[in-house]
């Protein structure tokens, strides 16, 4: 463990020295992240104002949940962006089979290989969001008030992540994951708002099918004392529980792994 | 025991049959329809340590497959592998640290960072002890002439000093089994002897065992001393160069183009018509015997010929020869 987390390490050394390689890249990155969260943030505002409260939830109670759901989405976005282009940039190009011929895990290759900067922007802006909402609400933080954050925080990102392993993982069939991955991300778009507005339906598929509601909506209604909010504790196991699914899928994916011709 | 075992091994993959045309996009998308194509079929070869084997066959011959399955890349459909008693698909990450591998056609580096860098970096992967990572690195600075590239990123590198910097990568764990993958493809004469002459002394000298897969003849008569050809996903030579060499090496090939249809002309001894066709005749000769002038004049005087070209034998021609039983009729 301390070997993977040396290497892991290493390796985003190396990630950041690219990156200052390509200083314009980098600022454009950084730079469209801020306007789309600005856009989002936006949105947000506009809708509140239209409708001051949303099924019982103030503008600011809205704006925490969205919080939340930036910043578990940013763990996703940092730590594992790879799984997004594992099928075209690295199965398609046959360079997913240098991973192979490593002696560590070619999951932890594959995520180490590339740590995304683009997403340390809507992690300051998700925990802000956090943060000043819950300033402006008067909540007052509590020791499992802060611990929920963090546990919520990790394990909210870990169900993303889990998630897109797992669709990821077509790409060993399919070479190109990206659609399959998409039909599942797109529905964390349910879990920016509380899932009390929305048919029971979709509530009980963000929290038992697709689980994002325990990446946003549950640990906010934990900070803002709303009574569904203590479901959230769960919310470790549900992300260890996935993520074992997704990291066994993984390993028999492997074995159809293909590769490509030569 | 064998470090290389192979026994009975398969590999199918299943290939989409497409149709032409939009309709036939559309009927993939529903129906699709997979024909089982067999890479690898019944292969059996056993490779001992410190052998240097040349691995070759015409392409889609199965080469590949054979390097991924024996890397631990992919499963076998049937039979097994065993690399130094290990399954290299079950056991991967203990296989992966004894062995190093060369694709000549992608690479193992960082495109974006200095060579030096992504050697660090390897190292640290394959853990290796930092005093024996300075020895090793210091010594292939030297042999493979890296001190001025250290610094350079992989990217702004040349073909050959790619290949010589993904040697050094492949190689600084000192592993025990190595496979290169047509390490010399591209290259110009100057970098390929550079490039065979380290192989030579490295993996020779410190008693690793070597597959190589190449089209290039020159590797196999400067490497090895015992190939494997196969064809088809099938071992259909496996035995000593210099029985192929002795059996191959003494021919020539002329190509006339005539100018009206060629007849089978009369030839002088050691030569043999391969192939006639329309206004194009093929003759193979053993130089040891006869000479191109002698065919050439030969043939010109009975027939008008307009062009003709000379040709040593390559690696497809010899394969396809033995495939057609040319060994088996040597013995005979």
Known sequence: ????????????????????????????????????????????????????????????????????????????????????????????????????????????????????????GNFVVGIALVIKTSIDLGIEWTLPKALMLIVATISGGVIFIALNLITAVSSFWVIDSVPVTRLVFDNHLFAQYPLTIYPRAISVLLTWVIPYGFASFYPASYLLGREIGNLAWLSPFIAAFLMFIGYRFWQFGLRYYSGTGS | MSVIEVQELGKEFQVPQKDPGVLGAVRGLFRPRYENKKAVDQLNFQVEAGEIVGYIGVNGAGKSTTIKMLTGILMPSSGTVRVLGRDPHKQRVENAREIGVVFGQRTQLWWDLALIESLDLIAKIYDVPPARYKEVLEQFTETLELGSLLKVPVRNMSLGQKMRSELAAALIHQPKVVYLDEPTIG??????????????????????????????????????????????????????????????????EITFETAENAKAPTLPAGAEVLAAEERKLQIRFDRTVSSASKIASTVMSQMEVTDFSLSEPDLAGIVKQIYNGALDMEEK
């Open chain 1, 1 to 120: 463990m301390t070997r993977y987390l040396d290497l892991y390490w290493l390796f985003l050394i190396q990630r950041l020295k690219t990156l200052m390689e390509y200083r314009a890249s980098f600022i454009l990155g950084a730079a469209s992240t801020i306007s789309l969260q600005a856009a989002s943030i936006a949105a947000v505002w506009v809708v509140m104002q239209k409708v001051p409260s949303l099924n019982g939830w103030s503008y600011n109670e809205v704006l925490m949940v969205y919080g939340f759901v930036t910043l578990t989405k940013s763990i996703n976005h940092m730590f594992a962006d790879n799984l997004w282009t594992i099928g075209r940039v690295y199965i398609r190009t046959g360079g997913f089979d240098r991973f192979l011929v490593r002696p560590i895990d070619p999951l932890f290759h594959l995520l180490a290989d590339r740590f995304c900067q683009d997403g340390v």
């Open chain 2, 187 to 252: 290259l110009d004469l100057i970098v390929k002897e550079r490039i065979r002459d380290f192989i030579k002394k490295e993996c020779g000298s410190k008693g690793m065992t070597v597959m190589l897969t190449t089209h290039d003849l020159g590797d196999i008569e400067e490497l090895c001393q015992r190939v494997i050809i196969i064809d088809n996903g099938h071992v259909i030579y496996d035995g000593p160069i210099n029985t192929i060499k002795k059996r191959f090496g003494k021919f020539r």
